[in-house]
């Protein structure tokens, strides 16, 4: 071990041993544990603030990279970082409900993988998703996001905040949801003659249907694109910043696809009550006027105050039967859970080769109900953080009232 190494492990046990060993939270229950990993297959939760924030990179104070090469090492410079950004939204390591893990290839998956069980695992249990794709600089190997429940009852209105140093021009390190109503607005991508434009005017798209909704930029939590080239990603945060004029910029999280020159972002806003109104659903579904609809995917969903489970990026246990074998495991999971397939809010679906995205195609209309398919989007992306696999799936669940 180098002494970058040790030295590094020395901080993330230091960073972690001033939070208690999981969220002693009742509002946290954990579905069921996975083995390989120490962490959560599925998290519900209570109708809580939450915190998301921005892709974290393995970088120090002054922007320099941290273990060059070692992916271990920046994975556990990651762990060190967190606990700060968590700390901007009052919360802490143990209330991680999700963890989005990005990697620069899947070799670096069991290395990362190790680090996560032995020092984030006996702290906190958040439900997981990996993929792998280029990272947003030079030498970083591994990347993540997180969404952690916030104690007592956070702010009334959506707030963004950032890490001493941080500039307007950027996103805010963590964006909190409030308690209460969440939209989940699936990927858009509009055109454009270049990547400047395709972003501009699908930020535009991305406003309207938050008129569509009653909603406002304030509104917004969170933003992920999915880009290509990630090379040119200070074009889209230039557009975004662009976008929102000197307001406070929401959370973003950048995700390389291969689709050529191209991008398309989802949207996480808050959905405030309205003086008046009877209690929300659980779970609603729309499409703006000038959209159209689809069976296997809604262009809107909202969600209620009631229960949310969060579920890890789920593989086959073969290569030739991933998509059935995938659906299955969710079933199960959403039984569990006290859910069901007319529940799901919120679907990533990452997928590496033509063949499983047709196969994809084709298994949703199975198992969706055509009125009530989630929000989605599917990322054509380099892998899933498992040798072997070609596609994972991402979810947000509601429990029914």
Known sequence: MTNWQILTASMVVAALSVSPCRADDSRISVIETDPQTGLAIAVSIDDVALAHTSQLLPLDNDGKLIGPGDAAAQTQALLTQLPDVLKLADTDLPHVVKLNVYLADDAHADAVQTVLKTQLAPHAQ?????????????????????????????????????????????????????????????????????????????????????????????????????????????????????HFQGDPIPAHVPVEWMATDSIEIELIAYLPAVEGDAEQAPLTFSTPSWMTSSPVFSRVATVGTGRRVYISGLYGDSAEEQVPAIFKRLASILEKSQSDFDHLAKATYYVSDAAVSKALNEYRPQVYNPQRPPAASKAAVRGMGRTGRTITLDMIAVLPN
Request: cysteine-free; charged content about 15%; proline content about 8%.
């Open 126 to 242: 958040p439900a997981i998703t990996f993929v792998s794709g280029t990272l947003a600089q030079p030498g970083v190997l591994v990347a993540l996001d997180a969404v952690a429940a916030i104690p007592g009852d956070g702010p009334p209105q959506v707030s963004h905040r950032s890490l001493p140093g941080a500039t307007q021009e950027h996103p805010a390190t963590v964006s909190i949801l409030p308690r209460g109503g969440v939209v989940y607005i699936s990927g858009q991508a509009e055109k454009g003659d270049d990547l400047a434009a395709r972003t501009r005017n699908t930020l535009v798209n991305l406003e309207k249907t938050l008129k569509f909704l009653g909603l406002k930029r304030a509104h917004v939590v969170q933003l992920k694109s999915f880009l290509n080239p990630m090379t040119d990603l200070a074009v889209v945060d230039g557009e975004i910043a662009a």
